[in-house]
């Protein structure tokens, strides 16, 4: 199920309650998600990874006011963010929650998404993208409002559509310009103007690969908090046409036999890595022919 994937709620259903967000209140008790970039701040060399509780560390120097985000484990937890060039306190250690680096488990590191994403909206809402004012919180929500027009605003989750193509045996991957060669993944996109997701899928495919799909077929999704998007996972069935990457957003594009793959495609704890994983393998658990 894609609901047990990194970053989607379901994770850390045990241990957290979502809340709406407040600020002040008493910041000497609970938990702390202190964010650096995209690593969170734990206790150094703890084997099991814990957040900071109690008064916010000493010597961390948040660059962001302390915004209750919910409960975990039945306490306040609160996110901050730090500057990125801040020194860590010795006793803490900065884990990264994005890449290949997977000491951080998968409950902190959907909790370090979370805080994330929330920061980064915070981030960009204080202003009125209508008319310039400054955005007032709204009670009960994590939308903002503005006093000087009367606009609401609410956070905004840009959702990608990401799929896996086949033709028999093989498997469509491509490079990105931007990923290191040798790193391949499914061609994936930001949803466009009156497009259904299957249309995307469509035209992403024909942009990034220049062949035609059929058989569009939706298998799960992931909130992916960098910065805010949904990933919204499919299978298709090759349709016809030759591979053609644009050479501009994608430098190569191939058919990959299904048992010679080529290294990690997509990152541990992507959706694009779990849909290889599930649906890569025709038969049993693959796309039936
Ligand atoms: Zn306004």
């Known amino acids: 199920m894609s609901q047990s994937l990194p970053f989607n709620s379901s994770i850390i259903s045990d241990s957290f309650t979502p809340l709406p967000p407040e600020t002040g209140g008493d910041n000497t008790a609970g938990f702390w998600a202190v964010l650096q970039g995209s690593s969170l701040l734990v206790p150094a060399g703890s084997v099991q990874s814990l957040l900071p509780g109690g008064p916010l560390p000493a010597g961390i120097v948040p660059e962001t006011e302390s915004l209750r985000i919910g409960l975990w484990q039945g306490k306040t937890l ?3 963010r730090i500057a ?9 250690e900065a884990l990264p929650f994005q890449g290949p680096d997977v ?10 998404g979370r805080a994330a994403q929330i920061l980064h909206w915070e981030r960009r809402s204080r202003f009125c993208s209508r008319c310039g004012g400054q955005l007032s919180r709204m009670s009960a929500s994590w939308g903002k409002r503005c006093p000087s027009c009367g606009d609401e605003h609410f956070p905004h989750i840009h959702p990608c ?7 028999g045996a093989e498997l469509l991957l491509i490079r990105n310009a931007s990923w290191n060669p040798g790193r391949f993944s499914l061609v994936a996109g930001f949803l466009d103007f009156g497009e259904s997701l299957e249309e995307c899928v469509r035209r992403e495919v024909r942009e990034e690969a220049g062949i035609e799909v059929t058989n569009i077929r939706y298998v799960g999704s992931q909130c992916w908090p960098f910065p805010s998007q949904q990933m919204i996972g499919f299978l298709a069935e090759y349709a016809g046409g030759e591979i053609r990457p644009d050479g501009v957003e994608v430098v190569e594009a191939d058919w990959f036999h299904e048992d010679a793959l080529p290294m990690s495609p997509g990152g541990k704890r992507s959706i694009a890595r779990w849909i290889i994983t599930t649906y890569g393998k025709s038969g049993e658990m693959g796309i039936p022919s």
């Open 78 to 80: 609160r996110a901050v």
């Open 84 to 92: 990125p060039d801040a020194a860590v306190p010795a006793e803490y």
């Open 103 to 112: 000491r951080l488990d998968d409950a902190l590191a959907t909790i370090a």
């Open 161 to 167: 559509i990401i799929v896996l193509v086949r033709r």
